[in-house]
């Protein structure tokens, strides 16, 4: 089962608004990513962090690496219509193998124009 | 195509019966991965290829559920004898790497199937 709890379950935000969303663990991961996925897609990759504490920008996307290793965190800046759909975060867990990948449950985003 | 490409996009199947998930990774990649997404939940691993070597089935919920890559690019997802909790998208992916680290993940569209 996963092992990765991502809050909240759902945010509806008016455009413009900064948007915050969080994983947590009681495990320890080396990696810690977040993707989107849009309806009848699949996940895309939107930010990859590599380090405890490491704080990574894409655009209006900044997310950061837990210095425990056991949590992230993404924020979306100005939202806009298009940033609508299911964000994901994964990671590779510590003591695991480096290519199976543990996802949160999603956070699904409405943006209200 | 440029990305990765996953067909039937759509399934559904009777229970009891058997169905086959095709999925063309994209040319060069040597890494290839099943997940499956129940309805409301992130994906999960299934299985992982190392070109056309199986090096990790863990995550296959069954007997019934069986992967395969002979020539290490086009991969079938074989489900044998459908049950109704089966039913869910089954995502492949690809990557450039093998071996440590197998580098950004490109999913494919999914393939839904639903058991009836």
């Known amino acids: 089962g996963q092992q990765l709890n991502q809050s909240p379950q759902s945010m509806f935000i008016q455009e413009g608004e900064d948007v915050s969303m969080n994983c947590t663990s009681s495990?320890?991961?080396?990696?810690w990513l977040w993707y989107k996925q849009d309806p009848g897609e699949g996940p895309v990759l939107l930010i990859a962090?590599?380090?405890?504490?490491e704080l990574t920008s894409n655009g209006r996307l900044t997310a950061q690496f837990g210095i425990t290793r056991k949590d992230s965190f993404l924020n979306i800046s100005a939202s806009i219509p298009s940033d609508v759909g299911i964000y994901f975060c994964?990671?590779?867990?510590?003591?695991?193998?480096?290519?199976?990948?543990?996802f949160g449950k999603g956070t699904l985003l409405t943006v209200n124009p | 195509g440029a990305g990765v490409s996953q067909s039937p996009r759509y399934k559904v199947a009777k229970r009891g019966q058997d169905v086959a998930l095709r999925c063309d990774p994209i040319?060069?990649?040597?890494?290839l991965f099943w997940y499956q997404q129940a309805l409301g939940q992130g994906p999960e691993f299934l299985t992982y290829?190392?070109?056309?070597?199986?090096?990790?089935k863990s995550g296959l919920p069954s007997d019934r559920f069986f992967a395969e890559r002979p020539e290490g690019s086009v991969s079938t997802l074989k489900i044998q004898r459908t049950q109704q909790e089966d039913s869910a998208v089954y995502l492949c992916a690809s990557s450039l790497l093998g071996g440590g680290n197998t580098g950004e993940l490109f999913f494919g569209e999914g393939s839904r199937l639903t058991v009836l």
């Open positions: 290829f190392q070109n056309e070597a199986q090096l990790d």
């Open positions: 962090l590599y380090k405890a504490g």
């Open positions: 994964a990671g590779h867990l510590s003591g695991g193998s480096n290519y199976k990948l543990t």
């Open positions: 040319s060069g990649h040597v890494s």
């Open positions: 495990s320890i991961f080396n990696t």
